[in-house]
């Protein structure tokens, strides 16, 4: 029985196949043909667009540092804006992040990473590299030493 119906079935798929063959080759009339006079030219349209400027300063999703552009000083009545500098005495240590910590766990010595004006260190207590020495280190925050002023970051 079961064979039987696979007959069937194969000469019921042979006739639909026939049925669309002979469709797309065979069943085409004059009519279908389209005549395109080439020698009729259209009017031409003129295109004209506004004039647009690209702003690209939104967030790179891929780096994390921002580029700042330099601002030159703003003149108002012939007299310059300076921009802000550091006082006398005041330091900033606004390009050092503290990154991670690496601990071993035999000897428990602790080992952070910092990335300090783009670069990437790893110091110990009491390390000292481009004039940044590590004070302390904590879980979550490092206390750092820098031209005579100290300050704690956190992660």
């Not at 481009?130 to 004070?135: A, D």
């Amino acid at each position: 029985m079961k064979r039987k119906f696979t007959y069937l079935l194969l000469v019921i798929v042979i006739i639909i196949w026939g049925v669309i063959f002979y469709r797309l080759f065979f069943l085409r009339t004059k009519s279908e043909r389209v005549i395109i006079n080439l020698t009729e030219q259209k009017p031409h349209m003129k295109i004209t667009s506004e004039p647009y400027e690209l702003i690209a300063d939104y967030r790179d999703p891929f780096f994390e540092q921002r580029v700042v552009k330099h601002v030159p000083p703003i003149l108002i009545a012939n007299h310059s804006i300076e921009p802000h500098l550091p006082l006398k005495g005041q330091v900033e240590i606004l390009p050092l992040k503290f990154v991670g910590l690496i601990q071993n766990p035999s000897t428990k010595k602790q080992i952070t990473l910092i990335n300090f004006e783009g670069k990437d260190f790893m110091m110990g207590k009491g390390d000292t590299k481009n004039g940044v020495t590590l004070l302390e280190i904590s879980a979550d925050s490092i206390k750092v030493k820098y031209q005579g002023t100290t300050k704690i970051f956190y992660k």
